[in-house]
């Protein structure tokens, strides 16, 4: 095998991969981030939201919130983020759209920064796994969790840079539309990964 085949089926690989990547909007595309009693739900909602999904690394997590009424704040430790303490954070943003992408396995911790919101239930805590330890084994059936290349929902970097893989439609927000990145990534994703699967067996026959 040539030095191009090479170098083909690892670029296979990285779209392989990449495909698999999904966008949660937290809290879903109707409740999003917002005070879960504002919503009809108990303080308890982000933690059955983050229990129901499986949040791998390359995932992204997608904040959309009312600027100024909300904020969403990153800390380090447990303790912090379950005694609600502000003080310290990793993080901070506010702009109504906050995107961060899951490139650590292991708990990440969010918040509301806004005095009172927290310990209201607006909190949330993601593990994250890898794509191994989140596949199921060969004998065992897939569950409820198992990751999935489109999702309806929804430690980090705080640079808003993430694999486009699945999006919410645009969303209402104080008069302004939110465009949320488009789907046809995932289009393209697994088309280009297709057409280069296609030449390399084509060229290995």
Not at 22 to 36: A, C, R
Not at 111 to 123: D, F, R, S
Request: with cysteine; proline share 8%.
């Amino acid at each position: 095998m040539n030095l191009g085949m090479i170098l083909l089926l690892l670029l296979l690989q990285v779209l392989l991969h990449g495909a698999q990547a999904v966008n949660y909007v937290v809290g879903g595309e109707t409740v999003q981030w917002s005070l879960p009693q504002s919503t009809g739900n108990n303080a308890s909602f982000y933690t059955t939201w983050a229990a129901s999904k499986t949040f791998n690394v390359g995932d992204t997590l997608i904040f959309i919130y009312t600027a100024g009424a909300h904020d969403v704040l990153q800390v380090r430790y447990p303790s912090d983020f379950k005694a609600c303490n502000t003080q310290n954070p990793i993080s901070v943003n506010n702009s109504g759209y906050t995107v961060i992408p899951l490139t650590m396995t292991g708990s990440s911790y969010f918040m509301c920064g806004i005095p009172g919101h927290c310990v209201q239930g607006m909190n949330l805590e993601v593990v994250v796994m890898t794509s191994e330890e989140s596949a199921p084994s060969p004998n065992s059936p897939g569950t409820a969790n198992s990751p999935l290349p489109i999702s309806q929902g929804g430690p980090t970097s705080p640079s808003p840079t993430a694999i486009t893989v699945e999006a919410p439609a645009a969303q209402q927000g104080n008069g302004a539309i939110l465009q949320p990145p488009a789907p046809t990534v995932t289009l393209f994703v697994g088309a280009a990964a297709a057409a280069l699967l296609g030449w390399v067996v084509a060229s290995l026959l």
